[in-house]
């Protein structure tokens, strides 16, 4: 319970800027009413909550991103939740360093840095489905990085370097936030 109550007061005090962040708020909220169900990875309608962590260099100007080995793109660590992460944050946190080896990440703010929905394709491990995800600021002392987990590899990059070619739209709009909130 103490989960969802945690993502309930992110949720209600993410300031949305575009109509379609407000449509994401509304559709996460009716999302959580279904409980213990919304953290379920194996919860496919419409889907489930996971977390994510977009991460700021020590030196204030890159972003941290990993290749993803199934989708093929440089995008933010993240992942599924899991029964023993205590909030959302905590699991943002943990899929961080699962997926870059990187020590003591700390968050840049309380709230949500942003939000998304994607679709996800049917494979071998479930239906197609959509992953509510919800992406936290964190900085970090070292540049030291290690892939793992679901990384193929991982990497700094400059906040104006990453672009549709390698990631997608839904990570420059929230790098673009990071860049923001670096200045």
């Keep these: 319970m103490m989960r969802e109550a945690h993502l309930a ?10 109509d379609d962040e407000r449509r994401a708020i509304a559709r996460m ?8 169900a919304a953290f379920d990875r194996h919860s496919y309608v419409p ?3 996971t977390a994510s962590a ?5 030196r204030g100007d890159e ?5 993803h ?6 995008l933010q660590p993240g992942g599924h939740i ?20 990187v020590v003591e990440p700390r968050p840049l703010q309380s709230g ?3 939000i998304d929905i994607h679709h996800i394709p049917e494979s071998k491990r479930g239906p197609t489905h959509e992953h509510f995800d919800l992406r936290f600021a964190f900085e970090v002392p070292e540049r030291e990085l290690r892939a793992g987990s679901d990384a193929t590899a991982a990497r700094w990059s400059r906040f104006e370097d990453v672009t549709p070619l390698d990631s997608d739209l839904s990570v420059l709009r929230a790098v673009a936030k990071l860049a923001r909130l670096s200045r």
């Design 29 to 36: 909220q009716r999302l959580l009413e279904t409980g213990a």
């Design 9 to 18: 007061e992110l949720l209600d005090s993410y300031a949305p800027h575009t």
């Design 54 to 58: 977009l991460v700021r260099s020590p």
């Design 47 to 49: 889907g489930h909550f």
């Design 112 to 114: 949500l840095l942003d």
């Design 63 to 67: 972003v941290l991103l990993i290749h």
């Design 69 to 74: 080995s199934k989708l093929g793109l440089w």
């Design 82 to 101: 899991e029964e023993s992460d205590g909030n959302v944050l905590a699991a943002a946190r943990r899929e961080l360093i699962e997926e870059s080896g």
